[in-house]
């Protein structure tokens, strides 16, 4: 059963009636009569709504075909969920709707609007069925608003979930693309690490370059943090820790571009530099690289 | 559990079963050495590629191994450290110091072959 919601209608109902409104059966009993009404004058409520959109001007983003489409999977996933007093169908309807939309670009603003929009149209249509009763109008009222609420809270929340869900993921592919694993020679990787470095990207970067250490059979990495203008304590430490598990791994780690200020954190921490191979520039880490895998670069021909 | 203990010319390779128990673990550490003084092994290759979980007790008693072996004149090298368990080591502060490591098998012997190469 629906949560009871307190409106206007309900002093007035309960001053005179002596209606048990907290009987399941008669408000079940409501609510069948209200779902056969909204399913009898379908075409026109959909029209209705449809109509109120356009003037709102919300879903510009759309073509009016695919509103009017949208418009009817949503007012049958409405009037069903009023019906069966289940939201699961509408909450699987609506983030598979806002899968299909967002990228489209509609907002959140617009979803609820017309959700509100439908309930008012649904609304106004009842008033308008029930004006000359109004006792039973308001115990028409006292089923159909809950459960309108609902639907509204649950199409809404679907939405955002699914926003919400897309920027995670967004997040997650900017982070993948910041850290790339770059194979340079057989057995050499290069890992230039760019901008702000947070624990969890920390995190991130040294599950992706021991995955990489494996998959290329590296046997030494350069790390460059030449693009990082700061580090902390604790993202100094997974740095160490880095070169740990790649040594583990049998790979030799040499980090290169170490800026002033993170030359000054990591001996503030005290990190055991025996422990870190270091080497002033990329171009600098890259030959002593080669060096060690036993590589030799000479020129074959004069350069002009 | 029983580890297979493979000769390779003047190479020992031990391969460790997933879920050794503490037991198991101690049983090799003097088992192992005890190879290497009946078959005049130069080196011993453990290969924990099947190991998912490394904990302390398993890490401290590699490195014990490495060091009974090296008192034998004998070296050792660990390999095929899954990524996720050198995380999870280094996260615990279990770093195999002193330990030569490699990336698997075929890595170690190559490694091997350039000590010896080198050493002779």
């Known amino acids: 059963m629906a949560k009871r919601e307190h409106s206007p209608h309900d002093s007035a109902a309960r001053k005179g009636q002596g209606v048990n409104l907290a009987s399941s059966e008669a408000s079940s009993e409501l609510l069948r009569e209200l779902v056969a009404h909204l ?14 959109i356009a003037e709102t001007r919300l879903l510009t983003a759309m073509t009016k075909e ?106 997650e592919a900017i982070r993948e693309l910041s850290t790339p694993v770059l194979q340079v020679r057989e057995r050499l990787l290069i890992l230039p690490i760019i901008g702000v470095i947070d624990p969890q990207r920390a995190r991130q970067l040294t599950e992706q370059l021991l995955r990489g250490i494996r998959t290329n059979r590296a046997k030494v990495v350069v ?82 | 559990m029983e580890v297979p203990i493979l000769k390779q010319g003047a190479v020992l390779i031990a391969t460790f079963q997933a879920a050794l128990s503490d037991a198991d673990l101690k049983h090799l550490r003097i088992g192992l050495v005890q190879q290497v003084v009946r078959f005049r092994s ?45 995380f999870a080591m280094v996260q615990l502060g279990l770093t195999l110091e002193g330990v030569a490591t490699a990336l698997d098998l075929e890595e170690g012997l190559a490694y091997l072959n350039e000590k010896f190469k080198t050493t002779n």
């Open chain 2, 42 to 86: 130069r080196a011993v290759i453990v290969d924990v590629t099947a190991m998912d979980v490394m904990d302390s007790f398993a890490s401290r008693t590699l490195r014990e191994i490495a060091h009974m072996i090296r008192l034998r004149g004998a070296e050792t090298v660990i390999v095929g450290i899954q990524p996720e368990v050198a």
């Open chain 1, 39 to 52: 399913r009898q004058n379908r075409t026109q409520l959909r029209e209705e709504w449809v109509n109120r």
């Open chain 1, 66 to 171: 695919e509103i009017f489409a949208e418009a009817t999977l949503v007012y049958d996933s409405y009037v069903e969920a009023l019906e069966t007093e289940t939201f699961e169908a509408l909450q699987a309807y609506a983030r598979n709707l806002s899968e299909r939309i967002i990228p489209r670009g509609v907002e959140t603003h617009e979803v609820v609007g017309i959700v509100l929009l439908l309930r008012d149209v649904l609304a106004r249509s009842l008033f308008a069925k029930y004006q000359a009763n109004f006792k039973k109008l308001n115990r028409i009222l006292d089923a159909y608003e809950p459960a309108a609420n609902r639907i509204a809270n649950t199409v809404a929340v679907g939405f955002v979930q699914e926003r919400e869900r897309v920027i995670r993921q967004q997040q």
């Open chain 1, 223 to 304: 790390i460059d943090i030449t693009g990082v203008a700061a580090m902390d304590a604790t993202v100094a430490n997974h740095l160490v820790q880095t070169v740990e598990a790649s040594r583990l791994l049998g790979a030799t780690v040499i980090v290169t571009g170490l800026s002033p200020e993170i030359a000054q954190t990591l001996v503030t921490i005290g990190v055991d530099l025996g422990k870190m191979n270091t080497v002033g520039d990329l171009q600098g880490g890259i030959e002593q690289a080669e060096r060690l895998l036993g590589y030799k670069v000479a020129t074959l021909v004069e350069p002009r």
